[in-house]
């Protein structure tokens, strides 16, 4: 292939990584993480598993906001063009880690929620962390 043609297929990529019903429709496709209603939940660690077009969505995401500290979990909205990156602390040694600050990037507008629930009485508890994970991943063995 020449260099035009891998260019023209990147471009390709990344609009359609604009358009939420090829993002809904990949999302629903993925083979890792865990599908909800109303998003897609996976795992850092399981990112390269999902198909190029998630990734690119996630890595628009990332280019934007930079690396965030401490995120394990990264959930993908349906729909709503958002991506939002979990800090569950204890991940690997807690079997339900409660979430210590979520940040919640829209793509769409740029505007960044953070919420931060380091003194909340009653942060959201994390379960069934195997569903997250590569089914080869070293914690799935000790989760299961």
Not at 18 to 44: C, F, I, N, Q, S
Request: hydrophobic share 40%; aromatic share 10%; glycine share 6%.
């Amino acid at each position: 292939m020449c260099f035009s043609k891998f260019c023209w297929q990147a471009d390709d990529l990344l609009f359609r990584s604009g358009h939420a019903e090829a993002v809904d429709g990949a999302r629903k496709r993925a083979t890792v993480g865990k599908l909800l209603l109303k998003a897609l939940y996976v795992h850092r660690d399981a990112l390269d598993a999902l198909e190029p077009l998630l990734r690119v969505y996630e890595g628009c995401a990332r280019a934007y906001l930079g690396e965030v500290e401490g995120a394990n979990l990264i959930k993908l909205h349906r729909h709503s063009g958002k991506v939002s990156y979990l800090v569950y602390p204890g991940f690997e040694t807690d079997p339900h880690p409660a979430l210590l600050r979520s940040i919640k990037l829209s793509l769409r507008t740029r505007e960044v929620d953070c919420f931060d629930y380091a003194k909340s009485t009653n942060p959201p508890i994390l379960h069934r962390k195997e569903t997250f994970l590569l089914p080869g991943h070293a914690l799935v063995a000790k989760l299961t």
